[in-house]
């Protein structure tokens, strides 16, 4: 089956520890992406890869960290300095093709903050 | 940046019926998604329409790029079809890789 996964479905932390969020895609896209939703709300860009070892920032950076060490990979951290963790993840990925942009999203993780 | 407005914010329908959802932005763009976000938080592709009329089944979409907005059609409505639709852009003057979301029209429709 093709298509983005997302692991874990919930994850529960506790103030002060980092964690990290699964994102694995076998559509062999070149791009991937992190969003967070907040209840309510649209979806807002941490951060986005668009070829291995490469990454930037997105619109709410600070307090989360991304890695992209191989192309089907993009694990997002959430750190102990990001003030207000709790909130959906999601994970997306793309083809980038000219100015084609369509992205695909996976489940979601939901993390919340004890 | 550019802005991405959608409208109505809700909306509650019986079952049968037909629904417009509207979403502006107000910059040219390059790619417009629209989606549908189930109750358990999945997001859905529904159409790629940067410019154009897309239709699957009951849904439709139509952009016109030239006036910054697209719409989404919705026919004999299914209680199925609750959930969030949002509409994402990316913005062609600053940078074609990020989507930029709109706020969601929450749709509800009952039996």
């Known amino acids: 089956d093709g298509g983005i996964t997302q692991s874990p479905k919930y994850l529960f932390r506790k103030e002060g520890q980092n964690v990290t969020l699964s994102c694995e895609q076998n559509?062999?896209?070149?791009?991937m992406y992190w969003y967070r939703q907040d209840p309510g709300q649209g979806l807002r860009l941490i951060y986005y890869?668009?070829?291995?070892?490469?990454?930037q920032k997105g619109d709410i950076a600070e307090g989360y960290s991304v890695s992209r060490e191989k192309k089907e990979s993009f694990p997002l951290t959430v750190t102990s300095a990001q003030k207000n963790p709790t909130a959906f993840y999601l994970c997306a990925s793309s083809i980038l093709t000219g100015n084609k942009n369509e992205q695909f999203f996976g489940p979601g993780t939901r993390l919340t903050v004890l | 940046g550019i802005q991405v407005e959608q409208s109505p914010p809700d909306l509650i329908l019986q079952e049968g019926a037909n629904s417009t959802l509207r979403c502006n932005f107000s910059d040219s763009v390059n790619n417009l998604q629209w989606f549908h976000q189930n109750p358990w938080g999945q997001l859905i592709n529904l159409f790629y329409?940067?410019?154009g009329t897309k239709q699957n089944g009951r849904l439709s979409a139509t952009t016109v790029a030239t006036e910054r907005y697209s719409l989404l059609y919705i026919s004999s409505s299914q209680t199925t079809d609750s959930g969030v639709y949002f509409c994402a852009v990316d913005s062609r003057p600053y940078n074609t890789d990020k989507l930029i979301f709109g706020t969601g029209t929450r749709l509800q429709v009952f039996p």
């Open positions: 890869s668009q070829i291995v070892n490469d990454f």
């Open positions: 559509l062999n896209h070149d791009a």
């Open positions: 329409i940067p410019s």
